[in-house]
């Protein structure tokens, strides 16, 4: 699979690789963290979340891994399909209470067959 | 369940002039977040309303406003429009059992000429 160290706007892949997407996050004190995928003319699809008392959480062909230590949230997908092609935000919920989420720059992930 | 709708779509209006924003929720869902989504500076989150009242704000000027009604429909408002006004306006909903999983809806593209 590929990956990158630093938040990259782009990210080309092969289908079937594994692809991580990489984001830094500004507040060590949030606690609850979230990607979204983005397609064109759509709004964010909600991917999948993770709070601060845990390291990583999986769901269906995604991974996401949160190092408190750097501040830094990474999105694993499994098996890239084309489908999977799209602008993908991390964001971090700075709300005292309920919800003021806080985004990424974005990382447009192409996928080609 | 159907999800967060946004109306309208599509907005065209001039300088100076102000607009009004709205957004249903998905059902059952009592918080609901604005974000104003531009090339230049990406997802900016604007206010959050829960049960008619503003609980998070973003930093955005005074001529954004907002408002929730009690069957937590909310509108967006912004006067005085200025060419940078120009973009998406998201809103997303989120159920009080979970609040900060925000669903969001597909926007309302402003163009202000």
């Known amino acids: 699979g590929e990956s990158v160290g630093l938040h990259l706007p782009t990210l080309s892949v092969q289908e079937g690789d594994n692809s991580i997407i990489n984001c830094a996050y500004s507040?060590?004190?949030?606690?609850?963290f979230i990607w979204y995928k983005q397609e064109s003319g759509k709004g964010p699809q909600f991917i999948i979340d993770?709070?601060?008392?845990?390291d990583k959480r999986q769901g269906q062909r995604v991974t996401v891994l949160l190092n408190k230590t750097v501040k830094h949230l990474s999105l694993q997908i499994a098996a890239t399909q084309p489908g999977d092609s799209a602008v993908y935000f991390c964001a971090e919920n700075i709300g005292q209470a309920g919800t003021a989420l806080i985004f990424g720059k974005g990382t447009t992930l192409s996928v080609s067959s | 369940k159907a999800g967060v709708t946004q109306t309208p779509r599509y907005l065209i209006k001039t300088r100076g002039q102000q607009v009004t924003l709205s957004c249903s929720p998905i059902s059952g869902h009592r918080s609901v977040s604005w974000y104003q989504q531009t090339p230049g500076q990406g997802l900016q989150f604007l206010f959050e309303?829960?049960?008619?009242?503003?609980?998070n704000k973003g930093n955005f000027p005074g001529r954004f406003s907002g408002r929730q009604f009690s069957n937590s429909r909310s509108e967006m408002n912004v006067s005085t429009l200025e060419l940078g006004d120009s973009a998406l306006y998201l809103c997303a909903s989120s159920d009080l059992a979970d609040q900060e999983t925000q669903y969001f809806g597909p926007g309302t593209r402003l163009l202000v000429l």
């Open positions: 993770i709070r601060s008392n845990m």
């Open positions: 507040n060590s004190a949030s606690d609850y």
């Open positions: 309303y829960f049960s008619e009242t503003q609980r």
